[in-house]
C-alpha cells in the first residue's frame, strides 16, 4: 500500500454508503451535474480501503505499555503487509524465550520489520539485525542490511554463520521466493544447534519442511490488513507448550 501526499483540504470522512442530502435541482441542471465514471469509482473505493488500511495499522502498532512502535506505511508494490499487535508480541515475547538459552542470542529477521520494531521495544536487550529490500528501514542505522531475495547470498561475509535465532518471512507465496529464501537462511544460520521461524502461507506447509524441515505451530500469524491467505508459523524446534505446539496432524 502506498501513502499518498497532495494539495488536499480534508473534509469530514464519510463512506461511500453514506445517504448525502443535496438540494434539489430541475432536470435541466441535473443533466449538468458531473457524474463519476465507473473507473473512477472503482478507483475511489480502492484508494479509501487503503486510506483505511492504514489507519488500522496504526492503531494496531502499540507495544505493551501502550506507547506506538515506529512503522513505515505498507507498500503493497513491496508485497508489505505488517502483522498485528497479538502475532508481533508472540512472536517477539518467542524470540525473547530462546534467547534465554543461549550464552550470546542473536536474532535476524528477514523481510519482517514488524518483529525487528517490537524486539526493539520489549526487549532492546537482545542484538537484533532486520534485512530488508525497503531501504526506507536504513532509519535503523546499523541494524539494517539491504537484502534482495533474488540474490540470496548478496550480503556482508560478517553476517555468514551468525544467528542463532532466524525469523524469515518470504514477501511472495511461491516455491522460488521461498527456495532463496531458504538459501538465505542457511548462510546466516549458527553451527550447531540453531533455531528457525518461518511465517508465511498455508501452502507452503510441504515446501518448508522439504527445504528446511519444519514444521507448523498451532499459533497462527495474523496482518493488520484482513489477507485472504490462510499463514502459519513453522519452526525448526519443538516449541512444546508455546506457539500452541508442533501440529503432529499435518
Partial sequence: MTSTDGNLVKE?????????????VSADEEDDIPMLSSHTLEALKEFLA??????????????????EVSLVTE????????YNRQTAETIAAEVAALSE??????????????????LKKIVPGIPAQLL????????YGDDFTFY??????DLPS?????FPIVVADPPYLSKECLEKIAETVKFLSKP???????????VQTMLAAELLGLRPCGFQPEHSGKLGNEFRLFTSYDPGARLGGWQHDI
Fill in 12 to 24: 469530514p470522512k464519510a463512506s461511500l454508503n453514506d445517504t448525502v442530502v443535496v438540494n434539489s
Fill in 50 to 67: 487503503e486510506q483505511n488500511q492504514a489507519a488500522a495499522a496504526a492503531e494496531e502498532a502499540v507495544d505493551a505499555d501502550g506507547e
Fill in 101 to 118: 538459552t543461549l550464552i550470546s542470542p542473536r536474532v535476524v529477521c528477514i523481510a519482517c520489520p514488524t518483529l525487528y520494531a517490537y
Fill in 158 to 162: 560478517s553476517l555468514k554463520h551468525s
Fill in 148 to 153: 534482495d531475495y533474488n540474490q540470496p547470498e
Fill in 192 to 202: 550447531g544447534e540453531s533455531f528457525l521461524l518461518l511465517l508465511t502461507g498455508e
Fill in 75 to 82: 507498500n503493497w508494490n513491496l508485497s508489505q503487509f505488517w
Fill in 132 to 139: 530488508e529490500f525497503d531501504k526506507r528501514f536504513e532509519q
